[in-house]
């Protein structure tokens, strides 16, 4: 039996648009993961269990239905992405390298009722449960709950006996949520981002116009699926292609991924792309099938995208977008990098495009207002179809971040007449390293907790592999002795990976501006000296 579609507006219902995909693209493969291959009917059948479980989960329940997603890449995470959808759901997805009071803090705020958990996970919701007052179930991708609290269920059970054939019959609307995000701050804790059915398959939709992404496509995902990597999936398997995914980077498994399985289209943060220019078999290993390589979260350097396109071809695209305007507000296409590099156009190579088809963007003064001219810096607000719906419960920044239709993205750029947007700096505190936003204040308030560190600052500074490092600035305390490896030790045990500083320098004092706060651009000035732009 297959379920009807109920509504003209099918179009903007993430719930019919998947069922439909699933059903149409049945026999073909969706994804491979290592030696699994799962084809779109598989994929069908099996979130159409785990959905018709969650839905009788919360019958007779009026609350919002919030289901937390927490695990690394794996076939289960894309069956839980998919229930949560057909269920009518709102999902909050949280990246896998997130510490333990990051996930806290998370589950806590965005009062998530059910989460779905993966093996690597399950020893610290174990010990957070008893914070997490919202959670009643949790749900985990292995087998060996028994000696965890009775809230606890593996997943093999939790939809055991639910049918596979059919999704479950609930009435969904294109402005209902289905997505809650979460963004980091410069002040504060993070702010859940909000989406609705309608935003996320505008999106969708969107990708498959900018990115070239179509039926024919081998894509390869290395990075996590809650980020980027998963709106470009989640679109590929709108159109029926098939994608490799895997739960981590590693170069030398990437190469044989692109031999083995034909890739055409990869995403990559510019740290990747870099490790594969330098990879010593780059010349010896067979490219030839890659057609696109998207990147974004992070500009190139324009002398290493000449490299690559030297070496690899015009095969690039590049995306700048955020959270609140996911990914696609401008992008500058593979013609533009080439026609950059035939009229040595150094300028061009380093913008970050166009405005993309459903975008626009227009450069203000940040203090009044209004629109710059040409060529002129101010703050870049962009629109789009899949602007955010608001802050999760926090009225004044939403007020504070929708300028009307405009989203206040809090990035300084400029736009020349041709309409290519370049990114100067950033008028938040936030450093992008290897395709990962850090929030500086995050880092600062943590290192200030060390013994023997009175103050700190934290900033981004040029880093060739990286993009941007993590720098950070520390005054230490009268009569106490502290070194770089003290610092970064520290931070090891208290923050994710790659928000932890990886150089540390020691000062007498911090500059200040008229107003008396630490005067952070002074600071960064002397590590960007002779850069064009603060940002990299």
């Given at each position: ?31 491979i ?18 959905a ?28 839980s992405?998919?229930?949560?959808t ?16 990051e ?31 919202h ?47 979460y ?5 504060g ?24 992404i ?50 055409t ?30 990147y ?14 030297d ?16 990914n ?9 990098h ?10 061009r ?42 802050y ?13 239709k ?28 290897g ?41 230490p305390?009268?009569g ?23 150089s ?33």
């Amino acid at each position: 039996m297959i379920a009807p579609l109920s509504r003209a507006d099918g179009a903007f219902n993430l719930k019919e648009l998947f069922e439909k995909s699933l059903r149409k693209y049945q026999h073909r493969t969706a994804v491979i993961f290592d030696e699994i291959h799962l084809s779109y009917g598989v994929l069908d059948q099996q979130s159409n269990a785990l959905a018709n479980a969650l839905v009788a989960k919360y019958e007779g329940k009026e609350e919002e239905k919030r289901v937390a997603i927490l695990m690394e890449n794996r076939p289960e995470y894309v069956i839980s992405e998919l229930a949560v959808t057909k269920a009518g759901m709102t999902k909050v997805l949280l990246n896998s390298m997130l510490e333990r009071d990051e996930i806290e803090y998370i589950l806590n705020d965005s009062r998530a009722n059910i989460l779905i958990c993966g093996p690597d996970f399950v020893e610290i919701i174990s010990q957070l449960a008893s914070s997490l007052e919202h959670l009643e179930t949790v749900v985990c991708v292995n087998d060996d709950v028994e000696d965890q609290p009775n809230r606890f269920v593996a997943l093999d059970e939790f939809y055991r006996g639910y049918t596979e054939d059919v999704p479950p019959d609930v009435d969904v609307s294109p402005d209902d949520v289905v997505f809650h995000a979460y963004t980091g701050g410069t002040t504060g804790n993070p702010k859940g981002v909000l989406h609705t059915h309608r935003s996320r398959a505008m999106l969708y939709y969107s990708a498959l116009a900018e990115l070239d992404i179509s039926e024919d496509d081998r894509l390869l995902f290395t990075t996590p699926l809650p980020h980027s990597a998963g709106s470009f999936f989640r679109s590929s398997l709108l159109i029926g292609a098939t994608s490799v995914v895997r739960s981590g980077f590693d170069m030398d498994q990437i190469l044989n991924d692109i031999e083995q399985h034909r890739i055409t289209w990869t995403f990559m943060v510019p740290t990747m792309i870099y490790r594969l220019l330098d990879h010593p078999e780059i010349e010896s290993r067979d490219l030839s099938t890659l057609e696109t390589v998207v990147y974004g979260a992070a500009p190139m350097t324009p002398a290493r995208l000449t490299e690559g396109l030297d070496r690899l071809g015009p095969i690039f695209k590049q995306f700048y977008g955020q959270t609140e305007i996911p990914n696609l507000i401008t992008t500058l296409g593979k013609e533009e990098h080439k026609t950059a590099i035939r009229h040595d156009e150094e300028e061009r190579l380093s913008s970050a495009g166009q405005p993309c088809l459903m975008a626009d963007v227009k450069i203000v003064d940040p203090d009044t207002g209004e629109p710059q001219t040409p060529g002129s810096p101010g703050e870049i607000l962009a629109t789009a179809p899949y602007v955010m719906e608001e802050y999760f419960e926090r009225p004044e920044m939403t007020r504070e971040t929708l300028a009307g239709k405009w989203v206040r993205t809090g990035d300084i750029g400029k736009q020349d007449e041709q309409g290519y947007v370049t990114l100067l700096d950033r008028m938040s505190d936030v450093v992008v390293t290897g395709g990962m936003n850090v929030y500086t204040n995050e880092v600062e308030d943590v290192l200030a907790d060390h013994p023997a560190v009175r103050d700190v600052v934290v900033i981004g500074v040029p880093d060739d592999d990286w993009g941007e490092a993590v720098k950070a600035l520390v005054i230490p305390k009268d009569g106490h002795s502290v070194d770089e490896a003290s610092v970064i030790s520290y931070a090891d045990e208290r923050l994710s990976r790659y928000k932890k500083p990886k150089s540390v320098d020691f000062l007498e004092s911090f500059p200040k501006t008229p107003y008396s706060k630490v005067d952070k651009k002074e600071l960064r000035d002397a590590y960007w000296e002779g850069a064009e732009r603060q940002i990299n």
